[in-house]
């Protein structure tokens, strides 16, 4: 069963930062890309990272300098390295699993996970 499951989420002060996590299951990471959206309550899903078979990245430009991803194909591990909160950053984080190359959009992307909450707040 192809699972995707992210932890590490929580409350954190504006400025403060938090590592978030895909585990992923059921399937070889190797040949897929992973991507991070996010959804704040009232708006419309986001793609905010996503990292590609071959290890390229990309961000949407709000986070650009401020979040970065990785991964680690022997752990089936996919890291948001979260920085510089903003209340904005605020949201449910997802990650989900699209073949091969990355997209911003959820086009293509599947195996979505349950989510892990980000609330940024003093």
């Known amino acids: 069963q192809v699972l995707l499951v992210e932890s590490g989420g929580g409350l954190v002060q504006p400025g403060g930062s938090l590592r978030i996590s895909c585990a992923a299951s059921?399937?070889?990471?190797?040949?897929?890309?992973i991507g991070w959206f996010r959804q704040a309550p009232g708006k419309e899903r986001e793609g905010v990272s996503c990292?590609?078979?071959?290890?390229?990245?990309y961000y949407e430009d709000s986070v650009k300098g401020r979040f970065t991803i990785s991964r680690d194909n022997a752990k089936k591990m996919v890291y948001l390295q979260l920085n510089s909160l903003k209340p904005e950053d605020t949201a449910v984080y997802y990650c989900?699993?699209?073949?091969?190359?990355?997209?911003?959009?959820?086009?293509?992307?599947?195996?979505w996970g349950q989510g892990t909450q980000v609330t940024v707040s003093s």
């Open positions: 989900a699993r699209r073949f091969r190359t990355c997209s911003l959009t959820s086009t293509g992307f599947g195996s």
């Open positions: 059921g399937f070889t990471l190797d040949t897929w890309a």
């Open positions: 990292i590609s078979e071959d290890f390229s990245t």
